[in-house]
C-alpha cells in the first residue's frame, strides 16, 4: 500500500475569523484603541505589561466562548484521505478542537503561558486569566507563550521543513504580509499545486508556483478545494 499524499494547510486569522474571534486587520489595526504594536510587541510588554496581560485575558476569555466553524472541521476531515499538517499564525486551539491532529503553532498557544527569565518552562493554563505577580517556579513574572512581534519564531525551521515536503499546499485564511510565516510558500515545490483562499486575495510573488485562487471566506473556499481534493480518490 503506497503512502497516503501530504497536504500542509497554512491557516491564519480569516479562519477564526468565521468563529466570531476578532482580527487585527479587520479593525485597523486597532484592539480598544490600542495600537497592535503596544498589546502583541516585545516593546510593548516592556512598556506595559499590565495591558499586554488584560489584553490576552480578554482574547482567552472569547476565546473559551467560541468553536471551531466547517473551515477547521473540513480541514481535520482532510485526514481520513491525505496525511495533512497543519501550520498555523491562530494562537486559539480550534484546529485541535476541531480534530486536527497535527498541528505546529507557529505564533504560539493562547492557553499556554511561560517564564520572562527560561522560555524553556512553559505552562498550561487552567483558567483564562494571567496576572501580574503571577509567577514561575524560578520566581520570574509570567507571560503569554505568544511569540510577539520583535521576536523570532521557534517553529520556523519545522514548518519550513514541512512545507518542502508536501504534495498539495492550501493557503487559507492569511493576507501572507506577516513574515516570516508568509515565506513559506516559497519553500513549497513549483510541482505542487497551491490554493489560496481569502476574500482580499493575497498576491504569490512566485511566478514558478502553481496556483489556483478562491476569492471566498474560510468556510466556503474550503468546501470547494475539499471538494476538488477528495473527488475521483
Known sequence: MSPRRRVVVLSGAGVSQESGLKTFRDSGGLWEGHDVMEVASI????????LVLDFYNQRRKQALNSKPNKAHQLIADLEKYYDV??????????????GSSKVLHLHGKL?????TSDPSLVYQMDG??????????????LRPNIVWFGEMVPAMDEAMDIARDTDIFIVVGTSLVVYPAASLIHFVDPQVPVYVIDPNL?????????????????????????????TDL
Open 128 to 141: 483564562w486569566e494571567l496576572n501580574l505577580g503571577d509567577t514561575c517556579e524560578k520566581g520570574s513574572q
Open 43 to 50: 516593546e510593548g510588554w516592556h512598556r506595559n505589561p499590565e
Open 85 to 98: 499538517r497543519v501550520i498555523t499564525q491562530n494562537v486559539d486551539g480550534l484546529h485541535e478542537a476541531a
Open 202 to 230: 493575497p498576491e504569490v510573488h512566485n511566478p514558478n508556483l502553481k496556483v489556483k485562487y478562491f476569492e471566498e471566506q474560510a468556510t466556503t473556499g474550503m468546501e470547494r478545494v475539499f471538494e476538488i481534493l477528495t
Open 111 to 115: 492557553f499556554e503561558s511561560r517564564s
